[in-house]
């Protein structure tokens, strides 16, 4: 059976494991490989494809939220004032003459219930990061740059969130392989229990299939604007009752064979 069909089967069918034990290390891998693909398709790749629907991508996403801006022989002008505030950032920028900021020192009692800050005026910029705030004025950077500017860099912001999305894949991918690891130790103790003789690595290739079900329910909650608590949990001790639910179907049709 084919990669897909193998999907399907793993969710629902547990006496198909048993003929998942006969297949070759490369096609365990390649099922793998494949299915960490249509996860990460369902939690990366479409909420990024609404995003871009939803807002004009990022193109029109900056035309719409940024103001035209310019910075040029040490001086910042924005074309209107933006205040930005959560529980835990705050960012203020007003260029106005008559509006400025204090040096940085003298404004640390104002930034204090904020972990991350970014103050802005005509002159100079204000951050607070790690603890430290620290000025910068604009007319030591050396730097010309405007709106225009800025949108001229969006092609490699989409080439930088391609190369990002390829890590995060990568690095969920080794997780996945990983995360497996655990399960098939959970395997251990079921098959003990159980009285299966099976060895560590039939058990990790039984994890392989066992975290279809868990990762594809993940997945999907990820697109809802709840979760469930403790999913963390729910998630390997799912994959424990299907790797136990194939054990005693496997030890079902081992007994047939010999009668």
Avoid: H
């Amino acid at each position: 059976m084919n990669i897909f069909q193998e999907m399907v089967l793993s969710v629902y069918s547990f006496k198909s494991y048993r003929e998942f034990l006969k297949n070759k290390k490369l096609k365990v891998f390649c099922y793998g490989i494949v299915f960490m693909m249509i996860y990460f398709f369902l939690t990366m790749i479409l909420p990024f494809a609404e995003a871009q629907i939803r807002y004009g991508g990022i193109s029109g996403g900056f035309q719409e939220n940024i103001p035209d801006f310019e910075l040029r022989n040490g001086r910042l002008w924005v074309a209107r004032a933006v205040e930005y505030e959560s529980a835990a950032a705050y960012v203020y920028i007003d260029t106005d003459p008559n509006s400025f900021f204090y040096e940085a020192y003298e404004m640390e009692d104002y930034l204090r219930g904020y972990r991350s800050a970014v103050l802005m005026d005509s002159e100079k910029m204000i951050v607070k990061s790690n603890g430290q705030v620290q000025g910068i004025y604009f007319s030591d950077l050396d730097v010309n740059f405007d709106k225009e500017d800025l949108m001229r860099l969006i092609p490699y912001v989409y080439v930088g969130i391609g190369a990002m999305m390829i890590f995060v894949y990568l690095w969920e991918t080794a997780l996945y392989f990983f995360g497996v690891l655990f399960v098939a130790l959970l395997g251990m103790i079921v098959a003990s229990c159980m009285k299966c003789r099976l060895t560590f690595g039939q058990l990790y290739l039984l994890g392989i299939y066992s975290r279809t079900l868990p990762l594809l329910v993940k997945g999907l909650l990820e697109l809802l604007p709840f979760g469930i608590p403790l999913y963390f949990i729910a998630n390997f001790g799912l994959s424990a009752l299907i790797i136990g639910c194939a054990i005693n179907r496997i030890q079902e049709q081992e007994k047939t064979a010999v009668y």
